[in-house]
């Protein structure tokens, strides 16, 4: 039976992306059925080389965000090699680059000229800042925007230091809403044929992610602390540590639900204690409520509580170390467990895509590629150079084969 076409079938994508947040966006792209051209330099990725662990030449971490792709490799400090790379961005739909602004430009492409000669580009940049503003020319990762969005300084248990999210939310978000911008971009072209530039800061992604504490703040002044593993607004969402010491969380976040609680952890008396008669209550009292919630839970073992909680009706979840969510019976139910292979035997375990379609087939997905390894296929099908022209780029050094 043949697979189903995905709904980015026929979509052509430049990605010049390293690290994280472009890879993790053109990816998606990918998997939602985009051709990906990965252009890389002669060196090729960065994350191909990030220790500790290795498939072949390629790191774990590069094998995790560049599946569904083809790799060329081309100088763009060679003269040939920019022309070469132009000519591939002019065959694209959408180009997705994260270059500090200006470099790009500097590497001999820009949108400004690139938009004159094919007006249907969408073109996607990824910065720590945007492309402009004070801060524009200024270096950025991950915990820089998790630190300068205010975010970082809500993490942590009270009374502790900031920390950063255990996952790298900076880059994840600058990538998911980088892919929001070019489907925007892509459905407003098919109306009007013209293409947009995707302007995406990494810190306005973190800053539109502070969603309802920012609220807080700029309606009520006040200024959130460490949240810890608690709720700002409701005492009964948030984890406790049971009789085995694994942590559970739980989010009894209405009147039911408080009810189902108080009866699951044998305390009847709480309901109608006039100081938790009502979340605005509970909130007002937490002080003297949470201890006894904390004695209350460490009763029984994590799992145990977790089937008395869902039984009752109440939202709740072990805290999972990654070995245990990554064989959890749901997870790989879904597909979001993906194993991968190429034709040189190498194998790799990897994520899987969350977005599933009505259509239950779930697609094959590809092996990241090696270095380079599509290089000539790319300059022969999309460029249509013949084998001389090939082995002329190739000899001057404008492109790069594997060995």
Not at 164 to 181: C, H, N, S, W
Request: glycine share 10%; charged share 20%.
């Amino acid at each position: 039976m043949a697979e189903p076409a995905r709904p980015l079938a026929g979509l052509r994508v430049l990605d010049l992306t390293i690290f994280l947040s472009g890879p993790f966006g053109t990816q998606i792209l990918g998997d939602l059925g985009a051709e990906i051209i990965k252009l890389e330099s002669p060196d090729g990725d960065p994350t191909r080389h990030l220790p500790p662990y290795f498939v072949g030449d390629d790191s774990a971490y590069y094998l995790s965000i560049n599946r569904n792709k083809r790799s060329i490799a081309l100088d763009l400090k060679n003269p040939e090699g920019r022309a070469l790379a132009r000519r591939l961005a002019l065959s694209c739909d959408v180009i997705v680059e994260n270059f500090r602004p200006g470099v790009i430009d500097r590497l001999g492409l820009s949108y400004d000229d690139l938009k004159s000669e094919k007006p249907g580009l969408i073109w996607c940049s990824i910065s720590g800042f945007g492309q402009d503003g004070p801060y524009r020319d200024r270096p950025a990762y991950d915990m820089i925007v998790q630190a300068l969005s205010g975010g970082m300084s809500m993490t942590g248990e009270p009374n502790g230091p900031p920390v950063r999210a255990g996952i790298p939310i900076g880059d994840l978000a600058a990538g998911m809403y980088g892919v929001i911008g070019v489907l925007a971009a892509l459905a407003e072209r098919n109306t009007t044929g013209i293409g947009r530039r995707v302007d995406i800061s990494m810190l306005d992604c973190q800053m539109a992610m502070l969603c309802y504490q920012a609220s807080y703040h700029l309606q009520a002044g006040v200024v959130p602390g460490r949240q810890g593993r608690g709720h700002d607004s409701i005492p009964t969402y948030r984890g406790f540590t049971a009789g085995d010491g694994l942590d559970i969380v739980i989010t009894a976040n209405t009147e039911r639900m408080w009810l189902a609680l108080c009866e699951v952890l044998e305390l009847p008396d709480l309901p109608a204690d006039p100081r938790y008669l009502t979340n605005a209550d509970r909130h007002e009292h937490r002080d003297t409520l949470l201890p006894v919630l904390e004695t209350a839970f460490r009763k029984r073992p994590a799992e145990e509580w977790a089937g008395l909680l869902t039984k009752a009706g109440i939202a709740s979840g072990v805290v999972n170390t990654l070995d245990r969510s990554l064989s959890d019976t749901q997870v790989l139910h879904r597909q979001m467990v993906l194993d991968l292979a190429d034709t040189s035997g190498h194998q790799a375990r990897v994520t899987g895509n969350p977005i599933k379609f009505s259509d239950s087939t779930e697609p094959s997905y590809h092996y990241p590629p090696a270095l380079g390894a599509d290089g000539e296929a790319v300059l022969r099908n999309l460029l249509s150079l013949d084998d001389a022209e090939i082995s002329h780029f190739k000899a001057n050094g404008a492109v790069r084969v594997p060995h």
